[in-house]
């Protein structure tokens, strides 16, 4: 086997040890809140998605509509729509589309630490932010206090659930309402003044559940060990506009994957939920998205299963791509054509047009130019000039052996030629130049 398949085997090997490793490591979670329908971690809400998608009586759907959009919607029929984010920021756009669709009998339930209707709604909130690594260090240290949510039932309603003990982390309940018109409705509070000396309810001793001896529908936050409560503080609010109702929610953490696994306490978000039981629900991302996931061209690829291990696959393909074709490759040496001689067509192509034009005069006199530079440059001696042709023709005898007599007659024979004077003839041209041929061969 040849060392580049070694290679290739090695990297695949140890490709495939390192997926298996990472298969088999713990899962983290993670605690960020994103509120998305994708998100599989506590503070996502896919699960969210699932259970209340599979229960709700009406259809449930979901989308990134804004309530601009949904107020420009043909249908006239009603509907429940359910924004959950950290923070819903609406624009003027937003905010007018919001109460349009509550004066037309639409229902909005805005669960979010912040809303930005304070001005128009006429309220005041508290302010928290929330922290991952708190909540974990209060886990981990063994502070099982929990904050405890007291449902009452009401005696009038015959809609109203029975009385509930729900728990959660102090950390996941931190926002409320302070200040509130009084054309709102409280849902849930917290803080409650000294329910037990009130007369609202009594603890009965299975099941966590309370008797509700209290004529009042709510939901009331207690912590765990406090003698006393304070003056009652609303985590949840109703208000009707119009023929609708806009229903604000400060517990959004509650409204996640966390929240529906958490024992049993689905019941208080199904609870919640049922203010606007009937309608068909609409639940809405389009304020709990960042900048990047709305940009983001490739947002549905990682959306999908099959997508996203269709780009997953298609990125380690172009990694393996570049690592083997990094290495240096022997590459085939080029065969380079030796040029061919074209002197002996050349000298053919000259010897045709002269023989054709019948020339020989002045093929004689191409031979003598190349005759007296070949004299000159060994002999260092002009035959050009005219000089005497017999001292040309002793100095040539003597360096070639020749008869001087010889050279004298080729000399004689010659300098008519190429003055012009007369023309010869093929035989006689073929004489000259074998003469001066013989000579160049005697140097």
């Not at 971690?41 to 699960?47: H, K, L, R, T």
């Not at 998608?53 to 009603?78: C, R, V």
């Not at 629900?281 to 269709?310: D, H, I, M, V």
């Not at 010897?351 to 130019?369: A, E, P």
Request: net charge neutral; aromatic share 14%.
């Amino acid at each position: 086997m040849k060392s580049s398949h070694w290679f290739i085997l090695i990297m695949v090997l140890f490709l495939g040890v390192m997926f298996l490793i990472e298969y088999q490591l713990p899962k983290k979670f993670v605690w960020n809140p994103t509120f998305s329908q994708y998100d599989y971690q506590p503070f996502g809400c896919a699960i969210f998605d699932d259970v209340v998608g599979e229960s709700w009586e009406n259809d449930y759907y979901l989308n990134d509509w804004t309530f601009y959009n949904f107020a420009n919607d043909t249908t006239n029929e009603p509907l429940a729509v359910l924004a959950i984010a950290d923070r819903i920021q609406l624009t003027d756009t937003d905010r007018k589309g919001l109460f349009e669709l509550a004066e037309r009998g639409n229902k909005i339930v805005l669960v979010a630490n912040a809303f930005s209707l304070s001005d128009t709604l006429k309220y005041d909130m508290s302010s928290s932010w929330f922290n991952a690594g708190t909540l974990k260090k209060y886990a981990s240290n063994g502070l099982n206090r929990k904050d405890t949510l007291y449902w009452l039932a009401g005696l009038e309603d015959s809609l109203s659930y029975p009385a509930k003990i729900f728990e959660f982390y102090p950390q996941m309940c931190g926002v409320h309402f302070t200040k509130f018109d009084s054309l709102f409705t409280p849902l849930v509070q917290r803080d409650c003044d000294t329910l037990y000396q009130k007369g609202c309810f009594k603890p009965l001793p299975h099941n966590n559940m309370l008797e509700n001896v209290s004529d009042s529908v709510c939901v009331y936050i207690d912590s765990i060990g406090s003698n006393a409560l304070l003056s009652c503080s609303p985590v949840a609010l109703s208000r009707s506009i119009g023929k609708g109702e806009i229903i604000l929610i400060t517990t959004p953490l509650l409204f996640t994957n966390y929240g529906v696994l958490d024992g049993d306490n689905a019941t208080y978000i199904f609870r919640l939920l049922s203010e606007v039981r009937g309608l068909p629900l609409y639940r809405t991302e389009a304020y709990n998205k960042s900048a990047y996931e709305r940009q983001s061209p490739f947002r549905y690829f990682l959306s999908q299963p099959a997508l996203r291990w269709g780009l997953y696959l298609t990125m380690i393909t172009i990694l393996l791509f570049m690592i083997f074709t990094a290495r240096r490759r022997q590459r085939p040496i080029p065969v380079v054509k030796e040029p061919d001689n074209k002197t002996l067509e050349f000298t053919e192509l000259i010897g045709t047009l002269y023989f054709q034009k019948k020339n020989h005069s002045d093929l004689v006199c191409k031979k003598f130019t190349y005759f007296a530079e070949t004299i000159r440059r060994q002999m260092q001696m002009d035959i050009e000039d005219g000089g005497s042709d017999t001292t040309i023709s002793r100095k040539i005898a003597n360096r070639t052996g020749l008869e001087e007599q010889e050279i004298v007659r080729l000399f004689a024979r010659l300098r008519p030629i190429i003055r012009g004077d007369r023309k010869v003839t093929e035989q006689e041209m073929k004489e000259c130049i074998d003469e001066m041929n013989k000579i160049l061969t005697m140097l």
